[in-house]
């Protein structure tokens, strides 16, 4: 199956995600399957929470932390900037506290427990969590294209939204045990319980907004996840490893992108010897995937003779991607 047919053949896979180690070309395929979809006249957001900046670098245009920035019609691509939702977080806690307890300023003990826990990587976890959220359940557009940081924390992401849930789960479960004894007890003594009935609220807000997004993640109908891989033994295991892993979290694995493929026409050439030998040893690692992986590989694609960044190198690779001819 062609990587296009993927597309054509499941409409309703909106929500893609790249995956893979590090440096093999996660970026790069978002963004040439965000440019491709656009191109096919579909509304695409392509986002990232790296705070490298990446999709910034490929599209050669500072997008960090500016919103859905419009880089050609109906692609727009979203760098999240962690730090700055943290920082938010905490404005909105100062400014909770000064209105509920009539403050003018937030006495020194409490702001120093604010830096503190907002130090914490737990918070900027969370901020980086409800970014992601925020994004998918707004639902805008034809395709979400999710450029994953490296693989172990794409599975973080993936045991959190679990974690979450069940942490929730729970805490609702209490919480509406609470609520019944509450009523009891107000109806005895007349009393006010509608600031509970507000913490009971939130959390069913903040529940269904997590039950949304790792409902989208998991689910086979609206989600298509791709391996990215080059063609290295240790990648190969690597990747093996990890598709089990994903399989453990229900995440629908669409099929396996391999990239870096060396062109083997160049053996015929007046080659140095250092690419003979990669190219043979490409060979060795192509074999083992096609053994292995074969008919779930969705698409081949060679190592360019240059990084790939800017619009006409992402459009090239774009055309050998989904073999196709672009504008
Ligand atoms: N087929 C290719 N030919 C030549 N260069 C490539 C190819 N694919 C990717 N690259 C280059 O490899 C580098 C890494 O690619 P990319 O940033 O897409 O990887 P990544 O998987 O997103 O990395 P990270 O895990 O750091 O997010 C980039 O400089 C990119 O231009
Ligand atoms: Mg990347």
Same mark, same amino acid.
């Not at 070309?25 to 040439?32: P, Q």
């Given at each position: 199956?062609?990587?296009?047919?993927? +597309?054509? /053949?499941? &409409?309703?896979?909106?929500?893609?995600? +790249? =995956?893979?180690?590090? =440096?093999? =070309? /996660?970026?790069?395929?978002?963004?040439?399957?965000?440019y491709y979809l656009a191109k096919k006249g579909k509304r695409v957001l392509v986002f990232s929470v790296d705070p490298q900046a990446s999709l910034s670098d490929i599209f050669e245009k500072d997008i960090f932390g500016q919103g859905n920035v419009e880089i050609i019609p109906n692609l727009f691509a979203c760098e999240v900037d962690a730090d700055q939702r943290v920082k938010n977080y905490q404005d909105e806690i100062r400014q909770k506290i000064i209105d509920m307890y009539g403050m003018k300023k937030i006495p020194e003990e409490i702001e120093s427990y604010i830096q503190a826990s907002s130090a914490e990587p737990a918070m900027e976890e969370s901020a980086i969590f409800d970014a992601v959220v925020d994004i998918v359940v707004k639902g805008d557009f034809d395709y979400y294209i999710y450029d994953l940081v490296p693989l172990g924390h794409a599975l973080y992401y993936l045991s959190m939204a679990s974690i979450y849930d069940a942490w929730l789960e729970k805490i609702t479960g209490l919480r509406e045990q609470m609520r019944e004894y509450d009523k009891a007890i107000a109806a005895m003594t007349r009393e006010d319980d509608t600031a509970q009935d507000e913490i009971y609220n939130e959390l069913m807000y903040i529940k269904n907004r997590i039950g949304a997004s790792s409902k989208i993640?998991? *689910?086979?109908?609206?989600?298509? +996840? $791709? $391996?990215?891989?080059?063609p290295e033994e240790m990648i190969i295991a690597d990747t093996e490893n990890a598709a089990k892993l994903f399989a453990k979290?229900?995440? &629908?694995? %669409?099929?396996?992108?391999?990239? !870096?493929?060396? *062109? !083997? %026409?160049?053996?015929?050439? @007046?080659? &140095? &010897?250092?690419? /003979? @030998? !990669?190219?043979?040893?490409?060979?060795?690692?192509? *074999?083992?995937? @096609?053994? !292995?992986? =074969?008919s779930s590989v969705l698409s081949w694609v060679p190592e360019f003779d240059s990084e790939i960044k800017g619009l006409k190198s992402i459009r090239d690779l774009a055309e050998v991607m989904f073999e196709e001819k672009l504008s």
């Open positions: 199956m062609l990587l296009s047919d993927i +597309f054509e /053949k499941y &409409p309703d896979r909106q929500y893609l995600m +790249f =995956g893979g180690k590090g =440096g093999l =070309g /996660k970026t790069t395929f978002s963004a040439a399957t965000a993640m998991t *689910d086979t109908k609206k989600t298509a +996840f $791709f $391996f990215v891989l080059t979290y229900d995440v &629908p694995l %669409a099929g396996y992108l391999v990239n !870096r493929v060396i *062109d !083997r %026409a160049l053996l015929k050439e @007046n080659i &140095p &010897p250092y690419l /003979k @030998n !990669r190219i043979a040893m490409q060979a060795g690692a192509l *074999d083992t995937i @096609n053994k !292995r992986l =074969g």
